[in-house]
Nanobody, 124 residues
Framework: QVRLVESGGGLVQTGGSLRLSCVVS????????MAWFRRVPGKGHEFVAA????????KYADSVNGRFTISKDNAKNTMYLQMTNLALEDTAVYYC?????????????????WGQGTQVTVSS
């Protein structure tokens, strides 16, 4: 079974940048479509961005489009989320996910594998 481990979260001021990483182990990352979701207390998982198996196709939530960039380096079995111009509402736990299918769905229930999450806190 594939294992996902996120890193790169932390505390940043509004307007700042962070890069999250997700390392894939036990299976090659090229076998999976992958995505980032985020969650705040009391709410469900919110779709952020997704990447196809090859990494050539991407999809973004409207709330992050133009500020966040998802990428995938299958040679390193690693996915990234470059976040710029961060806002207070970006504060959340960010999760790396993967799925066996190819559809880049925004439905968290369709994603089969999840990392443990990394906290991103944006302060004013």
């Amino acid at each position: 079974q594939v294992r996902l481990v996120e890193s790169g979260g932390g505390l940043v001021q509004t307007g700042g940048s962070l890069r999250l990483s997700c390392v894939v182990s036990e299976r090659p990352s090229i076998n999976y479509a992958m995505a980032w979701f985020r969650r705040v207390p009391g709410k469900g998982h919110e779709f952020v961005a997704a990447n196809s198996r090859s990494g050539n196709t991407t999809k973004y939530a409207d709330s992050v489009n133009g500020r966040f960039t998802i990428s995938k380096d299958n040679a390193k079995n690693t996915m990234y989320l470059q976040m710029t111009n961060l806002a207070l509402e970006d504060t959340a736990v960010y999760y790396c996910t993967a799925r066996d299918g190819t559809l880049l769905t925004e439905n968290p229930q369709r994603w089969n594998y999840w990392g443990q999450g990394t906290q991103v806190t944006v302060s004013s």
